[in-house]
């Protein structure tokens, strides 16, 4: 089952507001957080995140960013951010995966070069799959949808 669409516009909670920041681009995504099944140290089997993999679309609803591992976005232009969780606060949304404030360096150069912080908000979804792992390095994923904010 999808979750239900992400509440664009809910203002973001305090801890996750940059400072000094410009807004560079607002995207909406959809895809997933994948997850794999692994033994925790008691020995019993449980879902860890992964990564996620996702496409950002701007206003005008054409794919922009690619979302992936890292956590990264790449642009169509090949430019390329790598972030680093600063801050996060919990969803709005029921069985939802937090909100987050990252601050980001540049991989490759272009569009995405600038951008100094990326906050992804009005999750909804992506949290551990329902049903157990039975499976060592067995994977699952969820569906999530969210709303990512870049600032230069």
Not at 31 to 38: A, L, N
Not at 56 to 76: C, F, K, M, N, T
Not at 121 to 132: I, N, Q, S, V, W
């Amino acid at each position: 089952m999808l979750p239900v669409a992400a509440k664009a516009g809910d203002p973001s909670p305090s801890a996750l507001l940059p400072t000094d920041v410009k807004p560079f681009a607002v995207t909406t995504a959809t895809g997933v957080q994948i997850y794999s099944c692994e033994f925790d140290s008691s020995r019993h089997l449980g879902w860890v995140f992964q990564h996620p993999k996702a496409t950002l679309y701007d206003a005008a609803g054409r794919a922009s960013i690619q979302h992936d591992a890292g956590p990264s976005w790449e642009a169509v232009d090949g430019s390329r951010i790598v972030g680093r969780v600063l801050a996060q606060a919990p969803s709005t949304n029921p069985n939802s995966i937090p909100q987050l404030l990252l601050e980001t360096h540049a991989t490759a150069q272009g569009s995405l070069s600038a951008v100094r912080f990326v906050q992804r908000l009005d999750t909804a979804g992506g949290t551990a799959p329902a049903e157990p792992c039975v499976e060592e390095h067995q994977t699952g994923s969820s569906p999530y949808f969210a709303r990512y904010v870049f600032f230069k």
